[in-house]
């Protein structure tokens, strides 16, 4: 049993990324919620204005509401689709066909487990990659 070494905490670096541009961030934001927001309201006036119509100035304001509402969302991409961590080990393992086990852990909880078949000759580097995306 090989037991596997943390090479790069991913899920700590972006954060740490997050943490760093965190002001800049909230700023962008809030800039581009006012905007939307000022340009709900001045669509409102412009309507009634135009209309004569109280009502249908509330409406257009309220529609331009709702449609500035669905278009923001928070960008997850990168948190959904990296994994948390990478661990590397080395097998030096003598020339024949194998059967490695790879096992994934939380915590002490075995949470999934799978089987590589390699074949191992001298002087020849193999690369086992194993994924858990849980």
Known sequence: MTRLELSKDIAKAVR?????KYGSIFL?????????Y????????LTAQ???N?????????????????TECADIRM?????????IGVLNLPPDTHTVT??????????????????????RLDLVEGVCLQ
């Not at 740490?16 to 760093?20: D, F, I, M, P, S």
């Not at 000022?38 to 409102?44: P, R």
């Not at 948190?79 to 661990?87: C, G, I, N, T, V």
């Open 102 to 123: 790879i096992n994934y852990y939380s915590g002490s909880s075995r949470i999934k487990s799978g089987l590589k078949t390699i074949r191992a000759d001298i002087g």
């Open 50 to 52: 135009s209309s004569d």
């Open 79 to 87: 948190e959904r689709y990296l994994p948390a961590k990478a661990w």
């Open 54 to 70: 109280e009502l249908a100035g509330m409406l257009a304001g309220l529609a331009a509401k709702v449609t500035f509402d669905a």
């Open 28 to 36: 962008e934001t809030l800039i581009r919620t006012l905007a939307k």
């Open 16 to 20: 740490e990324t997050y943490n760093a």
């Open 38 to 45: 000022a340009s709900a309201y001045a669509i409102s006036g």
